[in-house]
T-cell receptor
């Protein structure tokens, strides 16, 4: 079974620029998550989708971050404008069942963002 | 918010030895999960233990959960160099899965 795909793998931008990340979950997985992992820390949930609806975006900095999941499959996460503190690895994960914390999540390789 | 907190932050052992890492958390949970992260395979789910379970095994892994102490432990027996990675506990109580900062394990030949 193919895993969670993410692109790009690396991105370097200057502060105040915009950037977008793409995620394709495991086929058939209804639940999709975006996490931010700052160096030396564990992943922090930014947003969770169930099909194409948002379940939890309480930790998403909505003044600069946005995410969508059109048609309940692929998802994009955008940062506009980027700040230095946004430098991190952005991880996408999916699971076959709803209920966020109750089920195994499958993670993609991540996108490493560097903001200069 | 990151609820789980792993201990120790770093651990170095030799191949064949056992490795034990601990996780403490603050609020009630539905379940607790352990994940491994290395540069080769990214973040991978290891095991999930539910709040009504006390111990669970998977291959060389043994996880315990003590809800009265709000703590869990992950034991890796007969460690191998390939076990070198960061290990995270993640606590769940609803939609969110909250990760700790992780324990960095180094297994030397």
């Amino acid at each position: 079974e193919a895993g969670v795909a993410q692109s790009p793998r690396y991105k370097i931008i200057e502060k105040r620029q915009s950037v977008a990340f793409w995620c394709n979950p495991i086929s058939g997985h209804a639940t999709l998550y975006w996490y931010q992992q700052i160096l030396g820390q564990g992943p922090k949930l930014l947003i969770q989708f169930q099909n194409n609806g948002v379940v939890d975006d309480s930790q998403l900095p909505k003044d600069r971050f946005s995410a969508e999941r059109l048609k309940g499959v692929d998802s994009t996460l955008k940062i506009q404008p980027a700040k230095l503190e946004d430098s991190a690895v952005y991880l996408c994960a999916s699971s076959s069942l709803p209920g966020g914390s109750d089920n195994e999540q499958f993670f993609g390789p991540g996108t490493r963002l560097t903001v200069l | 918010s990151q609820q789980g907190e792993e201990d120790p932050q770093a651990l170095s052992i030799q191949e064949g030895e056992n490795a034990t890492m601990n996780c403490s958390y603050k609020t009630s949970i539905n379940n607790l999960q352990w994940y491994r992260q290395n540069s080769g395979r990214g973040l991978v789910h290891l095991i999930l233990i539910r709040s009504n379970e006390r111990e669970k095994h998977s291959g060389r892994l043994r996880v315990t959960l003590d809800t009265s102490k709000k703590s869990s432990s992950l034991l890796i027996t007969a460690s191998r160099a390939a076990d070198t990675a960061s290990y995270f506990c993640a606590t769940g109580s609803g939609y969110a899965l909250n990760f700790g900062k992780g324990t960095s394990l180094l297994v030397t030949p």
